[in-house]
């Protein structure tokens, strides 16, 4: 006698009712949300510019203009990721880039230049870390006036000079391995600290209840000061890049690297709070979607301000999407 339950057929609850499907969760969609924008904006400008923007001449133009971001972004996931809204990004790189430049042009060794960069970078990153423990007060606006303050240093260094062109240094014909070889290390290295270490768990309860972290026993101070160490060394590793890459450096040098990450961030998926959403993954797939936003608007004409601009309304709108999605704070207050 056959079973005219069926408890077997597919789709159907014991009783002999149809299972209702599952829809995907919105957490689901939501960490697609940041690869389909990617995918999106890549297939507009695709068609806009007639394939002009994955062209094997501007195809390498776009490497070279995401690999900085990423690179920087990376180490930022650290800072964002604790809580920290970090402004001066650009003046970071700027100075750091202007002082390696400076010690090349005197020593003509690579050598050099790298230990200058690095130790810059992570003086830097010592300063903002010790404020950002130490001083009670919204820290975006500390980051404001040391942005100010490390442009004006990199104005003084440069003394007379409006561009520092490194002579000195040997040519390097093809800069692919070393591109190559330097995203792969920070994102590996970000990964492993991030998702594998007390550090990175440490930088998200901090991002996400400074209070709740201090009091379930984390060193809120140490995991600031840590933090920004790590986004400094991506930071040198980003100014040796551009030495080598293009020989010269002057004050104008990362002038857009600051919001651009802030940017990436936000457009992979990442709210600039901080907390349990930051991932490091954020950063590759962000810094590739500004960059592809970038050269597209540029290739179609427009000029500076443009870009500028639809940057900003694109910013904004993310933020404000992405504000409905987490029902959190943007920024930290």
């Given amino acids: 006698m056959e079973d005219t339950l069926n408890h077997d057929e597919p789709g159907r609850t014991p009783d002999g009712a149809p299972k209702k499907r ?10 697609l949300a940041p690869l389909l924008g990617l995918l999106l904006i890549s297939t507009l400008f695709l068609v806009l510019t007639e394939g002009r923007i994955f062209g094997p001449i501007n195809l390498r133009s776009l490497t070279n203009q995401e690999l900085i971001t990423a690179l920087v972004a990376a180490g930022a996931v650290f800072v964002f ?57 919204p820290f975006f606006i500390v980051t404001i006036v040391i942005g100010v303050f490390l442009g004006a240093l990199g104005l003084l260094a440069m003394g007379k000079e409006t561009v520092l062109t490194i002579s000195a240094l040997p040519r390097i014909r093809d800069m692919t391995p070393i591109n190559l070889g330097s995203l792969a290390s920070v994102f590996l290295g970000g990964l492993v600290l991030f998702n594998l270490t007390s550090l990175g768990k440490s930088c998200k ?25 790590v986004s400094a060394l991506t930071v040198s590793i980003a100014a040796i890049v551009i030495l080598l890459r293009t020989k010269t450096a002057s004050a104008l040098t990362g002038g857009t690297v600051g919001t651009d990450i802030m940017v990436a961030l936000v457009l992979g998926g990442m709210p600039l709070s901080g907390g349990p959403r930051s991932r490091i993954g954020a950063a590759l797939v962000g810094a590739a979607t500004i960059t592809v936003l970038n050269s597209g608007l540029a290739i179609m004409g427009a000029g500076p301000g443009v870009i500028q601009g639809f ?7 993310v933020v404000f999407v992405a504000s409905l999605s987490y029902r959190t704070r943007l920024l930290p207050r």
Wanted: with cysteine; net charge positive.
């Fill in 205 to 229: 309860l901090v991002g996400g209840n400074e209070r709740a972290a201090r009091q379930s026993g984390i060193d809120v101070r140490r995991t600031k000061l840590l933090a920004f160490l």
């Fill in 311 to 317: 940057r900003g309304i694109t910013f904004i709108a």
């Fill in 81 to 137: 990721g604790a809580g920290a809204f970090d402004m001066s990004m650009s003046g970071s790189l700027c100075l750091t880039a202007i002082i390696g430049a400076k010690v090349a042009m005197a020593t003509g060794s690579i050598a050099a230049m790298v230990v200058a960069c690095v130790a810059v970078s992570l003086l830097i990153g010592i300063v903002k870390g010790l404020l950002a423990a130490y001083v009670e007060v």
């Fill in 22 to 31: 599952r829809r995907p969760s919105a957490a689901a969609l939501g960490e």
